[in-house]
């Protein structure tokens, strides 16, 4: 994510490859939206999310996440298409 939050692209799709399936999973398993916006759509919301607040995960950070916190950190803007 470190590399992510730096604007590296090669690192965010290594980053989707690794996560995409989970991810989609989690956009696909939520409500229908009113407004009619498909699940890749919603996917896509999210992607792009995680990639313009990549820099605010790691601002002001006083170690480096792990593997586990940043997973997580990714998860949620997929969960947060539920909200």
């Known amino acids: 994510m470190t590399a992510v939050a730096g604007g590296d692209r090669t690192a965010f799709g290594q980053v989707y490859d690794l996560l995409a399936v989970p991810f989609y999973r989690l956009v696909l398993g939520g409500p229908r939206r009113e407004d009619g916006r498909t699940a890749d759509r919603a996917a896509l919301d999210a992607w792009t999310r995680v990639w313009r607040d990549a820099p605010l ?3 002001g950070s006083r170690r480096p996440l792990s ?14 298409q539920h909200r």
């Open 57 to 59: 995960l790691l601002h």
């Open 67 to 80: 593997s586990a916190e940043a997973v997580a950190w990714i998860m949620d803007k997929a969960r947060e």
